[in-house]
C-alpha cells in the first residue's frame, strides 16, 4: 500500500494524518464550528438544486478551503508535490461537487446511483480518453482522502444505534459474513487469484464493500492498483443489485422486514443499501420504512466489524501469509506496525460519540456530532473516488488477472444473495422465530 502501514515516522505516516485530520474534523462538529457542507437538493430543473441560491456556493467554497488546507498541512509532512497539489485539488473539489449536484438529479435520486458512481465515471473519462494532467496526478490522493473518510465514518457509527438492532442484526451479520468471506476467499483461490487480493475481495463482499476493501488492502499490505479495481467493482456492482434486488424481493413476496435485511446483508454500499430499501414498498403501495430500517440496522452491524476483521487480517497476513511466502516470521509486535492506522482512527472516532458524547451530552447533541462527520465522510469519499478513476485504465478493469478476479467477484456475490436470503428468512420471515417489529 502507501506509507500508511509502515514504520514510517508518525508525521509522515499517512494512517496517523488520517486520524489527525479525521479527530479534528470531530472535534470541530463538537464545539459546533465545523463548516458545513453545501445543500444541494432533489431537482428536475437545476435552478431547484440550489434552495439557498448563492451563498450555496459561498458554502463550497468554504469547505473547499476547510478539505484542502487539512490535506496541505498533512501532504507538508508527506511530502507532496505541493506546487501542483492546490490547483489539482481545487479540479478534483470542482468535479466532486458538479457529481454531487447530479446525484440530487429526482430520476437519478430515485434509483440510488450514488454521487460516488458519478464521481467515478468523471475520473475514467478523464483518464481513459484525455492525458490525466500533472496537477491532477498530484492531487489524487485516493488512499488519503478515502481513510480520513473513514475515520469521518466511525463518528457515524453510535452503538446505540447498533444495539437496535439487537440479536437480529447482529446474527445475520455475523453469520453472512463469516460464510462470505470464506466462501469469496475459496472461490477467488480456485479461480488462482493471489491469497492477498482473495483476502481483499472476501472482506470487500463480506462486509461493506468500500471501507472494508481500503481497510483489508492496508491490514494485508495489498496491491493499491488491485484495491482500486475492488473499489470500482463495488460501486458497479450496487448500481446493479439496486436495480435488481428489490423487483426480485417483491415477486418472493418477502415481508419488508426480511425484505430489507436482505439487501442490507447483500449490497455493499451503505447509501446503495437504503436507497434500495427506499424502492420496497408495504402492502398499501407506500415506501416501506421498516424495510429501510432493516437494511439500515443489519448494514451498521456489519459496518462495525470493520476493525475486528482488519485486525485479524493483519494476524494472519503477518504471521502465517508471510511465512507461506518464505519470509522469515516477523514478531507479534509486527502486527501492530502494519495494522491500518486509520482502522483505529475510525474506532476511536465511534467509541468517542458513542461512550463520550452519547452519554454526556445526549443523544440529539451526538446526532447533530454524527451527521456533521457524515457530511465530510461523503466528501472525501466523493474526493478519492474521483481520484481512483483518474488512475483506473477502464480496460485493466475487466481484463486485470486475466479477468479472473472480476468472474470471482461476480460469482461470489451471486452466492451471496442466495446465503443472505436464505439466513434474512430464517431470522426475519416469522416462519421460524418472531423477529422486531418495525411498524412501516
Given at each position: 500500500?502507501?506509507?500508511?502501514?509502515?514504520?514510517?515516522?508518525?508525521?509522515?505516516?499517512?494512517?496517523?494524518?488520517?486520524?489527525?485530520?479525521?479527530?479534528?474534523?470531530?472535534?470541530?462538529a463538537l464545539w459546533g464550528v465545523l463548516p458545513a457542507t453545501p445543500k444541494i437538493a432533489k431537482w428536475t430543473s437545476l435552478a431547484a438544486a440550489f434552495p439557498k441560491g448563492w451563498s450555496t456556493l459561498g458554502t463550497a467554497?468554504?469547505?473547499?478551503?476547510?478539505?484542502?488546507?487539512?490535506?496541505?498541512?498533512?501532504?507538508?509532512?508527506?511530502?507532496?508535490?505541493?506546487?501542483?497539489?492546490?490547483?489539482?485539488?481545487?479540479?478534483?473539489?470542482?468535479?466532486?461537487?458538479?457529481?454531487?449536484?447530479?446525484?440530487?438529479?429526482?430520476?437519478?435520486?430515485?434509483?440510488?446511483?450514488?454521487?460516488?458512481?458519478?464521481?467515478?465515471?468523471?475520473?475514467?473519462?478523464?483518464?481513459?480518453?484525455?492525458?490525466?494532467?500533472?496537477?491532477?496526478?498530484?492531487?489524487?490522493?485516493?488512499?488519503?482522502?478515502?481513510?480520513?473518510?473513514?475515520?469521518?465514518?466511525?463518528?457515524?457509527?453510535?452503538?446505540?444505534?447498533?444495539?437496535?438492532?439487537?440479536?437480529?442484526?447482529?446474527?445475520?451479520?455475523?453469520?453472512?459474513?463469516?460464510?462470505?468471506?470464506?466462501?469469496?476467499?475459496?472461490?477467488?483461490?480456485?479461480?488462482?487469484?493471489?491469497?492477498?487480493?482473495?483476502?481483499?475481495?472476501?472482506?470487500?463482499?463480506?462486509?461493506?464493500?468500500?471501507?472494508?476493501?481500503?481497510?483489508?488492502?492496508?491490514?494485508?499490505?495489498?496491491?493499491?492498483?488491485?484495491?482500486?479495481?475492488?473499489?470500482?467493482?463495488?460501486?458497479?456492482?450496487?448500481?446493479?443489485?439496486?436495480?435488481?434486488?428489490?423487483?426480485?424481493?417483491?415477486?418472493?413476496?418477502?415481508?419488508?422486514?426480511?425484505?430489507?435485511?436482505?439487501?442490507?446483508?447483500?449490497?455493499?454500499?451503505?447509501?446503495?443499501?437504503?436507497?434500495?430499501?427506499?424502492?420496497?414498498?408495504?402492502?398499501?403501495?407506500?415506501?416501506?420504512?421498516?424495510?429501510?430500517?432493516?437494511?439500515?440496522?443489519?448494514?451498521?452491524?456489519?459496518?462495525?466489524?470493520?476493525?475486528?476483521?482488519?485486525?485479524?487480517?493483519?494476524?494472519?497476513?503477518?504471521?502465517?501469509?508471510?511465512?507461506?511466502?518464505?519470509?522469515?516470521?516477523?514478531?507479534?509486535?509486527?502486527?501492530?506496525?502494519?495494522?491500518?492506522?486509520?482502522?483505529?482512527?475510525?474506532?476511536?472516532?465511534?467509541?468517542?460519540?458513542?461512550?463520550?458524547?452519547?452519554?454526556?451530552?445526549?443523544?440529539?447533541?451526538?446526532?447533530?456530532?454524527?451527521?456533521?462527520?457524515?457530511?465530510?465522510?461523503?466528501?472525501?469519499?466523493?474526493?478519492?473516488f474521483v481520484a481512483i478513476g483518474l488512475e483506473t485504465d477502464f480496460k485493466e478493469l475487466v481484463t486485470v488477472g486475466g479477468g479472473r478476479p472480476a468472474i470471482a467477484y461476480w460469482l461470489s456475490q451471486t452466492a451471496n444473495?442466495?446465503?443472505?436470503?436464505?439466513?434474512?428468512?430464517?431470522?426475519?420471515?416469522?416462519t421460524f422465530i418472531t423477529p422486531p417489529i418495525l411498524p412501516d
Amino acid at each position: 500500500m502507501s506509507n500508511g502501514n509502515s514504520r514510517t515516522p508518525v508525521l509522515q505516516n499517512e494512517d496517523w494524518w488520517a486520524c489527525f485530520i479525521g479527530w479534528f474534523i470531530l472535534l470541530l462538529a463538537l464545539w459546533g464550528v465545523l463548516p458545513a457542507t453545501p445543500k444541494i437538493a432533489k431537482w428536475t430543473s437545476l435552478a431547484a438544486a440550489f434552495p439557498k441560491g448563492w451563498s450555496t456556493l459561498g458554502t463550497a467554497i468554504m469547505l473547499c478551503v476547510t478539505m484542502g488546507i487539512l490535506t496541505f498541512i498533512g501532504g507538508i509532512f508527506m511530502k507532496y508535490d505541493l506546487k501542483n497539489y492546490l490547483p489539482g485539488f481545487l479540479v478534483i473539489f470542482a468535479i466532486t461537487f458538479v457529481s454531487m449536484v447530479i446525484s440530487k438529479q429526482a430520476f437519478v435520486s430515485k434509483w440510488g446511483i450514488s454521487y460516488v458512481l458519478f464521481a467515478l465515471a468523471f475520473g475514467l473519462i478523464i483518464s481513459n480518453i484525455f492525458k490525466v494532467p500533472k496537477i491532477l496526478k498530484a492531487a489524487g490522493q485516493t488512499e488519503f482522502f478515502v481513510k480520513i473518510g473513514l475515520v469521518c465514518m466511525g463518528a457515524t457509527i453510535m452503538f446505540s444505534v447498533v444495539l437496535k438492532a439487537g440479536v437480529f442484526g447482529v446474527l445475520q451479520a455475523v453469520l453472512v459474513a463469516t460464510v462470505v468471506w470464506f466462501g469469496t476467499y475459496w472461490i477467488c483461490r480456485k479461480f488462482k487469484v493471489s491469497e492477498r487480493f482473495s483476502s481483499i475481495i472476501a472482506t470487500a463482499n463480506a462486509i461493506c464493500g468500500v471501507s472494508a476493501s481500503i481497510a483489508a488492502g492496508g491490514a494485508v499490505q495489498g496491491d493499491p492498483k488491485e484495491v482500486s479495481y475492488m473499489v470500482a467493482w463495488v460501486l458497479v456492482c450496487a448500481v446493479v443489485l439496486i436495480l435488481v434486488m428489490p423487483p426480485i424481493a417483491a415477486w418472493l413476496d418477502l415481508p419488508t422486514n426480511q425484505g430489507g435485511a436482505w439487501l442490507g446483508g447483500v449490497i455493499d454500499n451503505t447509501g446503495a443499501v437504503i436507497a434500495a430499501g427506499e424502492i420496497l414498498r408495504d402492502k398499501a403501495g407506500n415506501p416501506s420504512k421498516a424495510a429501510v430500517e432493516a437494511a439500515a440496522m443489519v448494514k451498521m452491524a456489519q459496518n462495525v466489524m470493520i476493525g475486528l476483521v482488519a485486525f485479524l487480517m493483519a494476524i494472519w497476513a503477518t504471521m502465517s501469509l508471510e511465512k507461506q511466502e518464505g519470509v522469515e516470521k516477523p514478531g507479534f509486535s509486527e502486527v501492530w506496525f502494519r495494522f491500518p492506522k486509520f482502522v483505529v482512527g475510525f474506532m476511536v472516532a465511534s467509541l468517542v460519540v458513542s461512550f463520550l458524547i452519547e452519554p454526556a451530552m445526549g443523544k440529539k447533541a451526538a446526532n447533530a456530532v454524527s451527521k456533521a462527520c457524515k457530511s465530510y465522510r461523503s466528501w472525501f469519499f466523493a474526493l478519492c473516488f474521483v481520484a481512483i478513476g483518474l488512475e483506473t485504465d477502464f480496460k485493466e478493469l475487466v481484463t486485470v488477472g486475466g479477468g479472473r478476479p472480476a468472474i470471482a467477484y461476480w460469482l461470489s456475490q451471486t452466492a451471496n444473495a442466495v446465503w443472505t436470503l436464505f439466513i434474512s428468512w430464517l431470522l426475519w420471515s416469522g416462519t421460524f422465530i418472531t423477529p422486531p417489529i418495525l411498524p412501516d
